[in-house]
């Protein structure tokens, strides 16, 4: 009798430790991504993306975010299926990921206002990774965090080629902004 | 003999011209795909998809991969843009939703882009209810 108490116990203890450490990550799997690589008098290139999945472990600042490249919309039809299939290549490539820890990430010194982090890690896109370090703004939300902010990104850093013959049209850095809205 | 000249040259000319519209709206500035009104190249259960992803994602993406699908199965998940069918397929909306599908049985349309590997799951996105 009171060794089934006891296992009941361990169980319940187990049980708690379990979710508290659940309640430790925040995700989303809606965030947002847009990229601008529109050149002043050229059509405008850019493209967003709203199904952007992330994770922050709020305990260590870990971070992890992929976004499937297929979900890039453009406004024009033609665009999107050169992006697709001349330049990210998404049939070979289809996704891009994102793995890294925010520096001196403390949660509870977090407020409305947002507040600058230093995100580091590794970014993979076209199946080539880099080393990147980006600013990340995080704010409190109701139920959780939102962390947003923007970066550049230049293709031949990723082996994407950009023929000559549209290298006019396309900016030689790629600006990305991303918001992430991460909740329990 | 005159006069069937100048209708074949304006018979040409008309030709070339059109061809030049239609390349010009039908290719180069052609709208986005409407996923909602085409017809999907698949109809199978969420179960059947998770299947085929968690057994070999390459195949699957080969498969599916940018295809439009019809998916079927119970609800597990609803937030105001997304339905999550059988806890394993994420269902992305255009516009707000307001239909209360949870826990019912539901066929959902959209473009398959891919496996997140962080949740584990298929992410459908442009869906539509059937």
Known sequence: MKKSYIIFLALLL???????????????????????????????????NKSVSAVLDQTTGDFASLVLIKGFRFKVALMEEHFNENYMESEKFPKATFKGKIEDFDSSKITSSPKNFTLKGDLTIHGKTRPVSVIVKISKVSNGLNAAGAFEAKPEDFDIEIPSLVRKKIADKIKINYNFLLIK | MNRRKTIIATSIVLVIISAGIYFYYGVIFKEARN??????????????????????????????????????????????????????????????????????????????IGYDELFLEVKIDQCSVK
């Open chain 1, 14 to 48: 187990i049980i708690a430790a379990n979710t508290q450490g659940t309640a430790q990550k925040l995700i989303t799997k809606t965030g947002n991504i847009k990229f601008q690589a529109s050149m002043p008098s050229y059509e405008e290139v850019a493209a967003e």
């Open chain 2, 35 to 112: 996923i909602a009104s085409e017809t999907p190249d698949f109809r199978i259960t969420a179960k059947k998809l998770i299947e085929d992803y968690t057994a070999d994602p390459k195949k699957a993406d080969s498969l599916y991969l940018n295809k439009t699908i019809e998916i079927t199965g119970k609800a597990t998940k609803e937030t105001d843009s997304a339905i999550v069918l059988e806890n394993t397929v994420f269902c992305l909306f255009k516009e707000k939703l307001n239909t209360k599908m949870m826990d019912k049985k539901t066929t959902i349309k959209g473009k398959c």
